[in-house]
């Protein structure tokens, strides 16, 4: 009888921790681009699952549109060749462990949110509209605001390495950037 308690509980812990034992690296194979949510577009042959670490890292210029909320471990975008870009709407991506953007690398946000970890930009993060992002960013790329009819919120704190840029576009419309938990260096008036 103990033997069987015992032999119970283990298929109990091993059902209750199977998420975290078979999360693992999943790579986007679709150099045509397409949906997130397409199964074929990754090499496991299904959709990325919560706690894997994606990785959008193969040569060429398309675009994967994130067509469903995520909540991954971590997410690397941009190859060795091209451009690779990440399009999300209305989106949640919240990561444990953050992330990169690659120097060919492109994030592109639209009334989204980011979260989770730090998050290391070597590319480009392209903000429209209102987007919340929760997670520290390290820049050492491009971040681009653009036509912000309400304004996009950065809670976690961001800092800017030597040659990174920091660009609001209000052309057409306002844009509006409120960093509210430290920006590294410091701006200070001439």
Known sequence: MKFRNFVFML?????LFAETVFAGDVYWNNAGGGNWNTGSNWNTGTVPQTGDDVH??????YT???????????LEIGAGSGVQTLAAASRTIALTNGGAINPNGVINLTASTLSGGAFTNSGTLILKYNNTISANIDNAGTIEVHHASSYNTMTGALTTQPGSVLRIDGR???????????FLPAITAP
């Open 172 to 182: 057409d419309h306002h844009a509006g950037l409120t960093i509210s938990n430290g």
């Open 56 to 61: 959008i890292v193969l040569a060429g210029t």
């Open 64 to 74: 994967v549109t994130l067509d469903a909320n995520v909540n991954l471990n971590s």
């Open 11 to 15: 298929y109990a812990l091993a059902f």
